[in-house]
């Protein structure tokens, strides 16, 4: 038996683990480098606020999570993975020629249609993603593939979020080296996705339905007919709910209560993602290889208690005027700062414990013949609760300013609440459905 820990250096894993790393890694390099531009004003024809302006972006980015993830579900399942992946791989790179002509232009409505597509992009490769890991990984192995992913997409958002942000600054304006950056990473992920085994068909004689809204609600309605895969599905949800209001807070936490500069911002992104690569890794260690809940609840305490300590810890943050603060600066600012950093971290680690097992079980529940669309629901229901989370952001700090450690507080009450509610609701229907674990 080939053993887990080994399974990123097999054929059967690698090449799916870089493709995936590298779509990931493009993404947070775009995404960042057009906020940037925006942000700055190195594109032109801005005719709104920055503000509106990254918000439409946000919007476009998630948009087709809506449109289209049913029907990538659907054509996840009925066509040979490998090759819908080459596909979209090569899709990549024709969506970066179109963004290479906007930072070369200065156009901003065409580097938006980019994103536009590369959130269109984002949504048929994911189905493909989670649903093709049961099929190149022994059952007993899906806990470390997991894993693996997590903590690779954490370490690619970092640094897509880091290259993207240094590419910018360094170029001082010159779009040729942001457009052969993005151009490239995509030219090594469609490399890596050629060495994919081919994999077997799960559903060749599904009929696809290209009615995205009838299909949408096919696919919901499908997936609560599981009722512990539906279950695991709101679990994941409420994590994207949970991290989409902490992380977007982050840049006004640091300006306003740390008084630090954007640099901070990226060292705070930097401890979170390192976090989850953390705790995604401890979760096989910890929890054993065996697809289980062990290390759910360990995330959910977690997830409220190091969210109170970080409201907490804000509260006796100093009072600062003049100039933000840099890195090195903070670092000698007092101990209530390594508090917050301290915080960010665990928060991390505890959402690499509470997603890992989650994402696992969704995996190894949901019917080979319907997995992709499992997964598909799952991203609809996630960009319901990160479009929810940003209502319930605005609510409580625009509409009824509320102060920002009370947000805070009130997610992690939330999160204890839903999470008690969760675990309730799954220990019984894990304990009654057997998975087999042999080769």
Not at 164 to 186: D, F, P, R, Y
Not at 291 to 315: C, D, E, H, Q, R
Not at 329 to 342: D, L, P, Q, R
Not at 373 to 401: C, D, E, G, T, W
Request: hydrophobic share 55%; with cysteine; proline share 3%.
């Amino acid at each position: 038996m080939q053993k887990t820990e080994h399974i990123l250096g097999t054929r059967r894993f690698l090449p799916m683990f870089l493709t995936q790393f590298f779509g990931a890694l493009n993404d947070n390099v775009y995404k960042q480098s057009l906020l940037l531009v925006i942000t700055y004003g190195w594109i032109q024809q801005q005719s709104a606020s920055v503000s509106t302006l990254n918000n439409l972006a946000a919007l476009l980015f998630i948009l087709p999570y809506f449109i289209f993830s049913a029907t990538a579900g659907q054509i996840a399942d009925k066509y040979e993975r490998s090759f819908l992946v080459r596909a979209i791989k090569i899709l990549e790179i024709i969506i970066m020629l179109i963004a290479s002509v906007g930072f070369m232009f200065g156009n901003l409505w065409i580097l938006l249609i980019a994103l536009f597509l590369m959130g269109t992009h984002s949504t048929f490769f994911g189905p493909i993603k989670y649903a093709i890991l049961p099929d190149i990984l022994k059952p007993n192995e899906l806990m470390s593939g997991n894993a693996l992913f997590q903590s690779g997409t954490s370490i690619a958002i970092l640094i897509g979020m880091i290259l993207g942000g240094t590419v910018i600054s360094a170029s001082q304006g010159n779009m040729v080296w942001i457009s052969l950056t993005i151009l490239s990473i995509a030219v090594i992920g469609f490399i890596c996705s050629r060495f994919i085994l081919k994999q077997e068909v799960s559903s060749n004689d599904l009929e696809i339905d290209w009615n995205f809204f009838r299909t949408s609600f096919q696919t919901l309605k499908y997936a609560k007919s599981l009722p512990l895969v539906f279950l695991v599905l709101l679990g994941n949800s409420w994590y994207w709910f949970y991290g989409a209001t902490y992380l977007t807070q982050i840049p006004q936490l640091t300006q306003q209560y740390l008084h630090a500069n954007e640099n901070v911002v990226s060292l705070l992104l930097t401890f979170f993602s390192v976090g989850i690569g953390i705790g995604s890794l401890l979760c096989r260690k910890i929890g054993g290889s065996e697809v289980n809940i062990k290390m759910v609840p360990i995330g959910a305490v977690g997830l409220t208690v190091f969210a109170l300590y970080l409201a907490i810890s804000m509260y006796f943050l100093p009072q600062m005027t003049g100039p933000l603060i840099g890195i090195p600066a903070m670092f000698s600012s007092g101990a209530v700062y390594y508090h917050v950093m301290i915080a960010v971290t665990l928060l991390g680690i505890s959402g690499g414990f509470y997603i890992v097992p989650l994402y696992a079980m969704m995996q190894a529940y949901a019917p080979r013949s319907h997995r992709a669309r499992v997964v598909a629901a799952n991203n609809i229901i996630n960009a319901i609760f990160m479009v929810a989370s940003a209502v319930f952001s605005i609510i409580i700090l625009s509409l009824l300013h509320i102060d920002m450690k009370i947000l805070f507080c009130i997610t992690a009450v939330l999160s204890a609440i839903f999470t008690t509610w969760l675990l309730i609701r799954l220990k019984p229907k894990v304990a009654t459905t057997q998975i087999s674990l042999e080769d």
